[in-house]
């Protein structure tokens, strides 16, 4: 291969113009991304561009896409090690591109070891200011929020990270569509109270102060996931929560029992299968506290309760989860918003919505929030 002698190679640190989605730490030496759809944005020109990573994993290794203009242009698994992959070449080095570094993979909570890191730029061209976007939105969700299944035939069955996307993602189109930033917090089979096998510790509501808190082991507390998060660094307009769907599942599934102390969570039914009053109550109030946590983080934000796209058995337990904080905080800027239902045609791989089910959810939601936005 040809090489380019008037390649440069730049520290991210060094680089004024930059941008960065995703919580983060704030450290650019080298930056951390933890979240699904994390990311470093550029405006450069220059005929090629090259980017420095590193990752490491024992299971689960993380994905990147690399957007171009706005459009995907390439996709590609990160293997453990430090190296430097070519985001363009070629290309007419007196126009201004916008290139964006996506995380495309979930914060792999049982991969003590997962990690992925940019250190540096090597270009020929000269970086530009980062256009701001005018609105901010979070995601808060589970397996459906970190875009697993959203790629991959429907036979796909593997729990492997090459079925996740951020970019084949309801939050990424939904962002596009009202021209916002955004960031996302979501772990597959996460939920309010329980997780989807009763396991009371995968809860998202009790990590949402952390910067990354579901990654544990020593690597994660070197770089950082459990720190304090500082809202103040970035406050969204909207804060859209996506979560409920494996609470629903807890009370169809098997008893789990805690292997440290001995004892046994289980979200409970009837024998006529109703939801036991006592547990459903649990699961309410978790959802209140939680809208309570919410606003005492994002101050401004208008809350959105989204939930439906794997069915709705948990709905009225939701509706009345925010009725109930509506009446004891006074606040009235949260809403519930009912997304479209996966299909059998918009079903994607590990029975979880493709593709055309996060469009529809996009859509959709995109034009429900374009009318808060607008308010």
Request: hydrophobic share 40%; charged share 25%.
């Amino acid at each position: 291969m040809k090489t380019n002698d008037q390649l440069r190679t730049t520290a991210l640190a060094d680089i004024e113009h930059i941008s960065v989605h995703g919580r983060t730490t704030g450290s650019l030496s080298p930056l951390t991304l933890f979240w699904t759809g994390s990311a470093l944005e550029l405006e450069v020109t220059g005929s090629e561009l090259w980017v420095e990573v590193e990752a490491d994993y024992d299971t689960y290794e993380p994905w990147i896409s690399i957007i171009l203009n706005a459009e995907p242009v390439s996709r590609q698994m990160v293997t453990a090690g430090r190296r430097w992959i070519c985001v363009f070449r070629g290309m007419n080095e007196r126009v201004c591109k916008n290139i964006r570094i996506v995380k495309d993979t979930q914060a792999m909570s049982e991969d003590t070891a997962c990690f992925l890191q940019i250190h540096a730029i090597k270009t020929d061209g000269e970086f530009m200011p980062v256009k701001k976007k005018p609105h901010k939105i979070e995601f808060i969700g589970d397996s459906i929020t970190s875009g697993e299944g959203a790629i991959g035939a429907k036979e796909e069955a593997d729990w492997i990270p090459m079925w996740f996307s951020a970019i084949q993602n309801y939050t990424y189109m939904t962002a596009a569509a009202l021209d916002a930033d955004y960031r996302v917090i979501s772990q597959s089979g996460w939920g309010v109270l329980t997780s989807w096998d009763n396991n009371p510790n995968c809860s998202i509501p009790a990590q949402y102060e952390k910067v990354c808190g579901l990654l544990k082991g020593a690597t994660n507390e070197k770089l950082g996931a459990n720190r304090d998060y500082a809202f103040d660094s970035w406050q969204p307009d909207i804060v859209v929560v996506n979560l409920g769907t494996n609470d629903g599942s807890a009370f169809q599934t098997p008893a789990w029992v805690d292997p440290a102390t001995g004892v046994s969570y289980k979200q409970r039914l009837h024998d006529d299968g109703s939801y036991h009053e006592d547990d459903i109550a649990k699961f309410e109030r978790a959802a209140a506290d939680f809208l309570t946590k919410l606003r005492l983080h994002n101050k401004k934000a208008h809350l959105v309760w989204a939930y439906r796209m794997l069915g709705i058995p948990l709905m009225p337990a939701i509706y009345r989860a925010v009725d109930t904080y509506k009446r004891e905080s006074g606040d009235h800027h949260v809403s519930i918003f009912q997304l479209p239902g996966m299909t059998d045609e918009t079903v994607g791989a590990r029975s979880h919505p493709g593709v055309l089910a996060h469009e529809k959810a996009a859509a959709e939601l995109a034009g429900y929030l374009k009318g808060i936005l607008q308010s």
